[in-house]
């Protein structure tokens, strides 16, 4: 692996990262609440984009679960079953988390109503996510190179096992904050005399109550795997710098987007946004580089 590389992009692009997701923090941290008292404003268009935005960066579970098929079968007969299997997995796990996180509007787009519905609607909304991913894995088998079939199962084990890992670590620092959200602020008197900023943690009061799971930001999570786009176009058959690149900046953009929906519809506060982002893309980061160390980019 290039030591001047972080998954697949210059270190300066890891540190700019690094520097303004810092930036960030320091700003919320004084100015959280007055920044959403002028930015937050739910609409139409950003609730849209809430549901259905994250479906850009689910799709790198089954790219992923794709790049190890095709690395494993690459390597023989014996690795098939294990091939498929993880193909599966990847595929699987895209419609598991955009299932589990907005499955509830899907159902509602299909009529389906607990308890009243017919449980068919409900088997119908889950196919739509199935339906919708099932693309992806056939894509992306056809433009991988398969020529290093170590790399390719190395990036694929990394984005898997990454994603993976930052929604959990996501899921336990929001017990560990239990932080009231912005969207629920507003609805008591006085929204500013509840507002508690990042370090100011009580650990374990969210319990299943969302309105105390503000930080950090799980939807910046989902966004940040973006940040692994790279890796992927670095694998493809005509690769270049150049697209690495502009996966690289496709991903900045779908990142700052985010971070303004989460903060525009009312779910979260910058330092929120910037720390979801920040963790997430080290936790990448440190996983990317372990499995590539010694793979040649």
């Known amino acids: 692996m290039n030591r001047k590389n972080i998954m697949s992009m210059p270190v300066t692009c890891f540190w700019t990262i690094i520097s303004v997701c810092v930036l960030g923090i320091v700003i919320g941290s004084f100015r959280d609440f007055d920044i959403n008292v002028v930015l937050a404003n739910k609409t139409e268009i950003g609730a849209f984009f809430a549901t259905y935005g994250s479906y850009f960066s689910y799709c790198l579970y089954p790219a992923a679960g794709a790049c190890l098929y095709a690395g494993l079968k690459k390597k023989g007969d014996g690795y098939r079953f294990l091939a498929w299997i993880l193909l599966i997995l990847g595929w699987f796990m895209a419609v598991y988390y955009s299932n589990s996180y907005n499955g509830k509007a899907v159902r509602a787009l299909f009529g389906y109503i607990a308890g009243e519905s ?6 119908i909304s889950w196919f739509f996510w199935v339906v919708l991913y099932a693309w992806v894995p056939f894509v992306v088998i056809q433009l991988v190179d398969n020529s290093n079939p170590n790399r390719l199962i190395a990036v694929g084990a990394a984005i898997l096992i990454a994603g993976i890992t930052a929604d959990n670590v996501n899921l336990w620092l929001k017990q560990v904050a239990s932080r009231p959200r912005y969207k629920y602020l507003i609805t008591l008197e006085d929204p500013k005399s509840e507002f508690r900023n990042w370090w100011q943690m009580i650990p374990n009061l969210a319990g299943s109550n969302d ?8 939807n910046m999570t989902i966004a940040s795997m973006m940040f692994s786009l790279p890796m992927l176009t670095d694998v493809m058959k005509k690769r270049s710098n150049r697209k690495n690149g502009i996966a690289f900046a496709l991903a900045c ?18 330092s929120d946004v910037c720390f979801g982002t920040l963790i997430t893309y080290l936790i990448y980061a440190l996983i990317s580089t372990a499995f590539l160390c010694g793979h040649k980019e």
Request: charged fraction near 5%.
């Open 253 to 270: 953009v779908f990142v700052l987007i985010y971070g303004y929906n989460r903060i525009h519809m009312t779910n979260h506060f910058l």
């Open 118 to 123: 017919s449980v068919m609607l409900s088997v």
């Open 211 to 218: 309105n105390f799971k503000s930080w950090p930001s799980g």
